[in-house]
């Protein structure tokens, strides 16, 4: 057993090509959360070395392996038991997670680097705290939800519960926070007819938010359960977002609209969301799987 609970593992074999040659290639893990799809990567002994456009080929669904983002796991840096990164299919760094959360928590304990059931983790938007849960489901502490202009970051912004945001010459009312990453939510009356394929990557690139932004669009059907869709920056319209789906029921509660546990229901399955209020951590539990494993040849050498 080495440091922070992490079982020591064997290095897998490598294989071989037919002239007996070792062959070069990038070892994977696919794993879904509600149809968010990773590509998973170990990088807790050999660094991760990956471009921009090397990342885009990775994630690409015709000629890579194909994800809405990649997962990189690695050592720690400060106190907490790993580092794990966030690449979009653009093949941007970005801060947070929700399903990838989860999956980083199935990886490590499949791949024998933890035995732990609740994982300190380190991540450019600050630090998650997940749990394995009995019921083989993860609940993650995704922080405090922020509301100030400069922490989302969104140019104008006042911290109200509602903003208004010029979007192709029509006033869109939206409520902006982050997660650990951006998000501007809005209600619809029904997420099915909601602009998300139109309007989503507009408000992504607008000129407010120097970082782009997540696009959010809930129906609210009852105090208890949310439907939602989210364009996410550098990945379009995913089934499910989870950093979307706290940001969502965060806004509906800033509204009056929910109650403190709340059922919300993306294209690719439900989360559980809870939220207390102002200055709570918000709480959310969902699946998540793997796929398949397999080495990519596209890597460098």
């Not at 294989?15 to 696919?30: I, Q, Y």
């Not at 926070?177 to 099915?192: F, K, T, Y």
């Not at 938010?209 to 920056?233: C, G, K, S, W």
């Not at 979307?244 to 009056?256: F, M, N, P």
Request: proline share 6%.
């Amino acid at each position: 057993m080495s440091a922070k609970g992490r079982p020591e593992r064997e290095s897998a074999p490598q294989r071989e090509s037919g002239d007996g040659s070792p062959m070069r290639g990038l070892r994977f893990t696919k794993m879904q959360g509600l149809g968010n799809d990773f590509v998973v990567i170990d990088a807790t002994r050999t660094p991760f070395t990956l471009q921009a456009a090397e990342i885009r080929r990775l994630a690409d669904r015709r000629f890579g392996v194909g994800c809405d983002q990649v997962l990189v796991v690695e050592p720690a840096r400060g106190d907490a038991d790993f580092r794990y990164r966030i690449f979009n299919a653009d093949g941007g760094e970005v801060e947070q997670c929700g399903n990838g959360a989860r999956c980083f928590v199935v990886f490590v304990r499949e791949h024998r680097l933890t035995d732990l059931r609740e994982i300190r983790v380190e991540t450019a938007g600050g630090l998650i705290v997940p749990r394995l849960e009995d019921d083989g489901e993860v609940t993650v502490d995704m922080g405090v939800p922020r509301f100030d202009a400069a922490s989302i970051p969104f140019v104008g912004g006042t911290g109200a519960i509602d903003e208004p945001l010029e979007v192709d010459g029509t006033i869109v009312s939206v409520s902006v926070l982050s997660m650990g990453n951006p998000h501007a939510v809005q209600r619809v009356d029904d997420v099915d007819t909601a602009p998300v394929a139109l309007q989503g990557p507009r408000i992504e690139h607008h000129p407010r938010f120097p970082r782009r932004v997540n696009a959010a669009y809930m129906q609210v059907v009852d105090r208890a359960t949310i439907r939602l869709r989210v364009h996410e920056r550098g990945a379009g319209e995913t089934l499910a977002c989870g950093t979307g789906a706290c940001a969502a029921v965060v806004a509906g509660r800033r509204h009056g609209w929910l109650d403190e546990r709340v059922r919300v229901v993306t294209r690719g399955g439900d989360l559980t969301i809870a939220w207390a209020g102002d200055g709570s951590p918000v709480l959310m539990k969902g699946p998540a799987r793997t796929v398949f494993e397999g080495e990519w040849r596209g890597a460098p050498p």
